[in-house]
């Protein structure tokens, strides 16, 4: 059979430059080169063609890098240079990563960078429905009704979609925890903002079976084996299909 190569948003995600939907837009903008030309979305690689992005050689990067990192707030989650406040950046790691999903400006906690796109489609798509946890402080007491509420799914009109039901715990008179199987612009804002309520602190503080655990803000740790064997079992019949960035 013919060899009809891999796909350009894919070979660029799979070589750790950034994620599918990101390769998209770079593409678009006409930051990437296949031999010299520039691509176009759904062009093809074929063994022994030079990929460029930006001017500079595309290559695989073989070694698996996952990290967990406590991002403080005011840390965008992107590795968009003309973002003077970008994670990637903040970090300061020495190969090239960039982050899983989103973590909004102004919420802290765990965020996971990596250099492998098909993990990223894996555990993001809301499809998929892998969870994440958050501890969430908010700026008056908690009531049975508003926990009541937030479990059982909230309209967001501006969105144009309703919350999918949820695990809700009161842990404080003004402290709950709560887990998603989802990752909408703002959500857990947004559903607070629906009972009256406003989020006064956000941290994410699990990701899947990986926890930020006492972590301190700023730093990052590498992702055990234990717990990359793990992943690698919760996302085994995960759909991988490239996913947008709405969290």
């Given at each position: 059979m013919e060899n009809t190569g891999v796909r350009i948003n894919k070979?660029?995600?799979?070589?750790?430059?950034?994620?599918?939907?990101?390769?998209?837009r770079q593409?678009?903008?006409?930051?990437?080169t296949i031999d010299g030309k520039v691509a176009?979305?759904?062009?093809?690689?074929?063994?022994?063609?030079?990929?460029?992005?930006?001017?500079?050689?595309?290559?695989k990067e073989e070694e698996m890098i996952l990290l967990a990192f406590h991002k403080p707030a005011?840390?965008?989650?992107?590795?968009?240079?003309?973002?003077?406040?970008?994670?990637?950046?903040?970090i300061h790691y020495p190969k090239r990563i960039y982050p899983i999903g989103r973590l909004d400006k102004d919420s802290e906690?765990?965020?996971?960078?990596?250099?492998?796109g098909e993990i990223v489609n894996k555990m993001m798509r809301a499809g998929n429905m892998h969870e994440k946890?958050?501890?969430v402080t908010?700026?008056?007491?908690?009531?049975?009704?508003?926990?009541?509420?937030?479990?059982?799914?909230?309209?967001?009109?501006?969105?144009?979609?309703?919350?999918?039901?949820?695990?809700?715990?009161?842990?404080?008179?003004?402290?709950?925890?709560?887990?998603?199987?989802?990752?909408?612009?703002?959500?857990?804002?947004?559903?607070?903002?629906?009972?009256g309520y406003r989020v006064e602190k956000l941290v994410r503080t699990r990701i899947m079976n990986i926890k930020l655990?006492?972590?301190?803000?700023?730093?990052?740790?590498?992702?055990?084996?234990?717990e990359y064997e793990k992943l690698q079992y919760l996302i085994r019949n995960s759909s991988n299909t490239a996913v947008k960035r709405t969290e």
């Open positions: 070979f660029l995600s799979e070589a750790g430059v950034c994620s599918r939907r990101e390769a998209d593409i678009e903008d006409g930051n990437v176009l979305t759904g062009s093809r690689v074929l063994p022994g063609q030079k990929v460029c992005y930006m001017g500079r050689p595309v290559t005011g840390i965008v989650c992107t590795a968009e240079k003309r973002e003077k406040d970008n994670v990637v950046d903040f906690g765990l965020l996971l960078l990596t250099n492998n946890e958050y501890l908010v700026n008056k007491p908690i009531t049975d009704s508003f926990l009541r509420g937030l479990a059982g799914g909230v309209p967001l009109v501006e969105l144009n979609t309703t919350t999918r039901k949820c695990k809700v715990e009161k842990v404080g008179r003004k402290q709950f925890r709560i887990i998603l199987t989802q990752g909408l612009n703002r959500q857990i804002r947004r559903m607070c903002e629906y009972f655990g006492d972590l301190p803000v700023g730093t990052y740790r590498e992702v055990t084996e234990k």
